[in-house]
């Protein structure tokens, strides 16, 4: 219902006081709001410069990202290993024709490709992939990188680093040169693999651990993240996790999890990121696009929130059927900071839900969401599908507000949007106070 003469928006309480927004304004100024703040993207796949190929951009990434990949399979007669048989130009190529010319790229993955052709004036109608192709040679990634977060509306973004991963281990033992747009996290996921994988690895580094992570093995992977830590200087540790994950657990994963993660997260008093609920290869024929979701046990959460009070956790969930559990452990535990709408989650149908939820459940009190890009231009179609998706979302929020006789501002409103985008991310990674 829209206010009656009788129940006029209250203008704003005097002379300089801000003007309080009618239902009418509210759209545009959360609109407006929306399109002119920075976000912060707080989990990417992406990397700067000094990363060299495994920082990856360009029509042929973008066509090759995974998400495409695994709806190419869907339309294609081409089977996956001739697929990866062929050169990533050729892969490109069979995409764009499955997906873009023989079929509407209607997807949230396929219009993503179309957006970003669209933002740089390129033909998204085209045959083939020429004109984009010489585009793209045509830029420098020095000069493209902040061109293209400028785009997005991102002022920085979080990386993805793996301190045992083979391309991207010796960048950091050179000394990585910080970009003033890029901050690093700590991932976890090898370490918490199946203990016989990692311990190799960390030896190979010169860390002494044995394959029972037995005796100094649990100082030294303490030893090992404190040297990282040095090293990286993440703004958080992270970790993707089953769906059959449990805490409590009598596992080598379980007490690495206890006895070094956590110990170290105080210590250097950085919060631990738990993205839970992936089924890794599901289809390992299609590699990274093989991975499925499940409904987890949140269980491991609450046992993990309530027994270390003094960790502070990020955390995603992967399965829709766990969305409002964790909004109910958020309100239980102030250690718990749910953010973004992970992976498969990531549309605006689903986006739209959970957001509603958190919402009505948490307030502001949440980290709206994250892009996951893994390929440079993919911030450009995300974060504008992102704020296209909250324009309804924030709108109808604060006209409920409004109606139930609540004073809304345009600097409430830009204050929101910098909480959920913005300043609760940095308040929980200690960078700032959550203004
Ligand atoms: O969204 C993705 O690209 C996934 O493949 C994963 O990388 C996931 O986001 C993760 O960080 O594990
Ligand atoms: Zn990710």
Redesign the pocket.
């Known amino acids: 219902m829209e206010a009656t003469s009788f129940e006029k928006p209250d203008p704003g309480g005097g002379f300089g006081a801000p003007a309080t927004l009618t239902a009418d304004q509210i759209q545009s100024v959360v609109k407006d709001v929306l399109a002119t703040s920075q976000f912060i993207d707080m ?1 990417t ?1 992406l990397y700067s410069p000094v990363f060299g190929k495994i920082g990856l951009w360009g029509i042929d990434e973008l066509l090759t990202y ?2 495409l990949e695994a709806e190419f399979f869907r339309y294609s007669s081409m089977t996956p290993e001739q697929y990866w048989s062929l050169p990533k130009p050729a892969q490109a190529d069979a995409i764009w024709q499955a997906l873009f010319v023989e079929n509407s790229p209607v997807s949230e993955a396929t219009r993503g490709v179309i957006a970003v052709l669209h933002a740089f004036a390129l033909p998204t109608g085209a045959s083939g992939l020429t004109e984009a192709r010489s585009f793209f040679k045509n830029q420098t990634i020095e000069d493209h990188i902040p061109r293209v977060l400028k785009m997005a509306g991102v002022s920085s973004v979080v990386m ?1 680093n793996d301190p045992l991963d083979a391309e991207e281990q010796p960048v950091w033992m050179k000394g990585v040169q910080r970009h003033p747009q890029f901050q690093a996290v700590l991932r976890l ?1 090898r370490l918490l693999r199946e203990w016989s994988e990692p311990w190799p690895l960390l030896a190979s580094q010169g860390y002494q651990v044995d394959d029972q992570a037995s005796g100094n093995s649990i100082a030294e992977i303490r030893r090992f993240l404190a040297d990282w830590c040095e090293r990286m200087r993440p703004v958080y540790m ?1 970790v ?1 996790l089953p769906d059959t994950f449990q805490f409590p657990e009598d596992t080598v994963r379980g007490k690495i999890l206890r006895e070094a993660v956590l110990p170290s997260c105080r210590e250097f008093g950085l919060p631990l990121s738990l ?1 839970i609920g ?1 089924r890794r290869q599901v289809n390992p024929g299609l590699r ?1 696009g093989g ?1 499925g979701a499940g409904r987890a046990d949140l269980r491991a959460l609450e046992n993990l929130c309530r027994s270390f009070p003094d960790n502070r956790f990020l955390v995603s969930v992967l399965s829709r059927e766990n969305q409002h559990e964790l909004c109910v452990y958020a309100r239980k535990f102030s250690n718990l900071m749910p953010f973004g709408c ?2 498969f989650l990531n549309n605006p149908s689903i986006v739209e839900e959970i957001t509603r939820e958190r919402i009505e459940m948490l307030g502001t009190s949440f980290i709206a969401q994250h892009s ?1 890009a ?1 390929v440079l231009e993919q911030v450009i179609y995300k974060w504008r599908n992102t704020r296209n998706t909250f324009t309804p979302i924030l709108t109808e929020t604060y006209r409920s507000l409004s109606r139930d006789g609540g004073k809304v501002t345009r600097g409430n409103i830009e204050r929101d949007v910098r909480r959920l985008f913005c300043s609760n991310f940095t308040r929980w990674t200690g960078q700032g106070d959550g203004a």
Request: charged share 25%; no cysteine; aromatic share 18%.
């Open positions: 989990h796949h995974h998400y993805t996921d992270a993707s993205m992936v990274l991975d992970w992976w996951d893994r």
